[in-house]
């Protein structure tokens, strides 16, 4: 991402619903708990402490690089910023994001009755009373160059990408059903500066870096859907991030830009049926010099599956 000081998540809206109606937590605390399971007469115990996922790192060189990527360290023409509709609101038949436009930037965030920022409204997704309006540009902005090159990002090409499994832990937070991934307190990555997981590795450090800032992350994983139990997921970080439930997107986080915040309240998806299993696809790229943010917060018990498939892990 570019260098702008990330977003505070605001604690005062970052509230979520427990399952079973037994009260609240604030993603804001969460993130300070580290993970400890002590609690006395924790209602939760029984869930396990961590859960890990497993996904698939690819690492590309930047644009100045000779045979560089052109959308990584690209400067969109409408600037850095939040883009909405750079993918279409369903995978592809291979599982993977496909192109729909270089972007609309974001001027003002759609948002629920608790102020939590959401994807624009879908046909898929139903409204709810307090819900309030957001707003777009109404030209794209640049904010990815071709679909051809988009459809790169998140398939094993030679000679355009190198790749490697990566694996990640969310962990239960005190006394709560609330699993988080920070890159912040994560303790494989909190000495790192943020959520850099190939420093050094794969086509090596962006160019006169200490650090990789180019690459694209995308994990598989599953849950059971039960209704009326409060169930979310938010993300928070930068740059481009799309969440898919069982193939439709639910969470847009497009472009270039500073930490920002979505979250997913599952009970809003209209076609999901209780008691029945469901894929969650996640897709994340960091495509710009000088932070890379990556935060999950869920109280969705995800299961880890196999990697995403690839047609070669090239090193």
């Known amino acids: 991402m570019f260098n702008v000081r990330s977003k505070a998540f605001h604690s005062s809206l970052a509230v979520v619903m427990l399952a079973g109606g037994l009260g609240t937590v604030s993603v804001a605390s969460a993130q300070s708990s580290s993970g400890d399971n002590t609690v006395p007469n924790d209602p939760y115990k029984n ?59 974001v001027t003002t965030q759609w948002s629920d009755s608790s102020g939590l920022n959401k994807i624009s409204p879908r046909e898929y997704i139903s409204s709810k009373v307090g819900d309030k309006a957001g707003a777009k540009s109404s030209s794209t902005g640049g904010a990815l160059t071709s679909a051809d090159k988009f459809a790169q990002w998140y398939r094993d090409v030679p000679g355009v990408n190198v790749s490697k499994q990566l694996s990640i832990s969310l962990a239960r937070q005190s006394g709560t059903n609330m699993y988080s991934f920070n890159d912040k307190t994560d303790g494989v990555y909190k000495n790192l500066g943020g959520f850099f997981p190939i420093n050094g590795d794969l086509f090596g450090n962006s160019k006169g870096d200490t650090k990789n800032f180019h690459f694209t992350f995308e994990l598989n994983t599953e849950f059971v859907f039960r209704k009326n139990a409060g169930q979310v997921f938010t993300f928070t970080g930068d740059d481009d991030v799309w969440v898919f439930v069982d193939g439709k997107l639910v969470i847009d986080i497009g472009g270039i830009h500073s930490a920002v915040n979505q979250s997913i309240q599952l009970d809003r998806l209209n076609w999901l049926e209780d008691g029945k299993t469901y894929s969650l696809r996640f897709f994340f790229a960091e495509r710009h010099r000088t932070q890379s943010n990556c935060r999950i917060d869920t109280n969705l018990e995800l299961k880890s599956i196999d990697p995403p498939a690839t047609t070669a892990l090239f090193d």
């Open 47 to 105: 869930m396990p402490p961590v859960i890990v996922l497993n996904g698939v790192v690819r690492d590309f060189a930047e644009r100045s690089v000779t045979g560089g990527h052109p959308d990584f360290e690209l400067t969109p023409s409408g600037g850095f910023a939040h883009y909405m509709g750079e993918v279409k609101d369903t995978l592809d038949s291979e599982g993977k994001p496909q192109y729909n436009s270089a972007g609309y930037k």
